[in-house]
Nanobody
Framework: QVQLVESGGGLVQPGGSLRLSCAAS????????MGWYRQAPGKERELVAI?????????RYGDSVQGRFTISRDDAMNTVYLQMNSLKPEDTAVYFC???????????????WGQGTQVTVSA
């Protein structure tokens, strides 16, 4: 129904920056929320950042990334970005794109997940 494809992960030194991208395709009425979650080895998946459509204007960040990461959306291209600055070793994780999708004029959201992209912060 909806496919999410992430890109931009890789290896970076502490204090460096990366930008992740996630593009959505398929059949849907609108993508109400798009965002990022991450999962490090031995830990549960946690919220990084989520953002509504630009017309709604809601943004939420996880406490551990507040002030360092910035989420943005290109609604026309169904794409969400995550600019990650001042990266720390504890940011190392698989980052998953998430979309909460509305499929018709009837209220209701359905979750979709990407395959994940690896981010490694190490000297």
């Amino acid at each position: 129904q909806v496919q999410l494809v992430e890109s931009g992960g890789g290896l970076v030194q502490p204090g460096g920056s990366l930008r992740l991208s996630c593009a959505a395709s398929g059949s849907f009425f609108s993508i109400y929320f798009m965002g990022w979650y991450r999962q490090a080895p031995g830990k549960e998946r946690e919220l990084v950042a989520i953002k509504s459509s630009n017309s709604v204007g809601m943004t939420r960040y996880g406490d551990s990334v507040q002030g360092r990461f910035t989420i943005s959306r290109d609604d026309a291209m169904n794409t969400v970005y995550l600019q990650m600055n001042s990266l720390k070793p504890e940011d190392t994780a698989v980052y998953f794109c998430n979309a909460k999708v509305r499929h018709s004029e009837v209220p209701g959201l359905k979750d979709y997940w990407g395959q994940g992209t690896q981010v490694t912060v190490s000297a």
